[in-house]
């Protein structure tokens, strides 16, 4: 693995930093909060006629981090975001982000947390929380995704047909990207939050508040026991998404029984391959429907 002194000499001449990203490089381990970790080996996609790597996008003068996944010699490949965890572009997320490079498309996994700090630095989920996710402004975010997408432009892949999925936090992240941008033409939300009893400033609105402004239909897949999102809330959502914009009214949710917050992540005891496996081919299916594939 590369050291620290050896990456920022490798970043230096793109002002990366350390400041801005101290990790050695993106999808390289797994974060420190997200322990306990399987037993059991996650995921490793064959990288083999990939290009699969860390690279950096300019926004607004900052050098983000970010992880890209496409078939070598692909031209016009459709474009995916894929939107981390709350621990960041690690291993389980650029995996991710290959799996859809197998799949035809090109694939990109920012590091949206790269300002606030190093996600994979974290011992204890509570300060992540409070020191790096709740300081990253939903405005930024949205920023951040949008330089994404102009740059798979420039790099040759087909930005018409654009998607965005995330996990988690990136669920969350799904809901409102697909409301802020008319060029998405869908999006899948694996267990993202759905309401807050107390937004913020840097974050003021929650997906339940922009089902008026959705741009595209959003395929929801969530687990029925998931403590963190109770199944009232998903009803709240289905309800509001019925008197929504015409892609809120197609939207959808699936629910897996028994299934807990997370089931997709196969480097985690929430595991759960049958609903992982079903989810992914779904997930799938929604955007070849929905005209990204």
Request: net charge positive; with cysteine; charged share 20%.
């Amino acid at each position: 693995m590369t050291t620290l002194a050896e990456f920022d000499s490798l970043v230096a001449p793109g002002g990366l930093g350390r400041r801005a990203f101290s990790r050695a490089a993106l999808g390289v381990g797994f974060a420190a909060a997200a322990a306990p970790v399987c037993a059991q080996t996650a995921i490793k996609t064959d990288r083999s006629g990939l290009v699969a790597g860390e690279v950096t996008i300019d926004v607004g003068g900052f050098k983000m981090p970010v992880y890209r996944a496409v078939q070598a010699g692909r031209t016009n490949a459709p474009v995916v975001l894929v939107v981390s965890e709350i621990f960041g572009v690690h291993e389980y997320i650029a995996d991710v982000a290959a799996r859809f490079a197998r799949a035809g498309y090109f694939a990109i996994a920012p590091e949206l947390f790269a300002r606030q700090g190093d996600p994979s630095s974290y011992g204890e989920m509570a300060k992540l929380i409070a020191e790096v996710v709740n300081k990253t402004p939903d405005a930024e975010v949205m920023k951040d995704l949008d330089a994404c997408t102009a740059w798979a432009r420039t790099q040759g892949a087909d930005t018409g047909k654009l998607a965005v999925t995330g996990f988690c936090w990136g669920g969350r992240v799904t809901w409102l990207y697909a409301a802020h941008n008319p060029g998405v033409k869908a999006g899948v939300a694996w267990y993202g939050r759905l309401n807050s009893p107390a937004p913020t400033p840097l974050q003021p609105r929650h997906p339940i508040d922009v089902v008026g402004e959705l741009k595209a239909p959003v395929l929801g897949l969530y687990g029925e026991a998931d403590t963190g999102i109770p199944l009232t809330a998903v009803d709240a959502m289905k309800k509001s998404l019925a008197g929504g914009s015409p892609a809120a009214r197609k939207s959808e949710f699936v629910l897996y029984r028994e299934a807990p917050h997370a089931f997709h992540a196969d480097y985690r005891p929430s595991f759960r391959k049958e609903a992982a496996e079903d989810g992914w081919k779904r997930c799938l299916e929604w955007f070849r429907t929905h005209g990204v594939a």
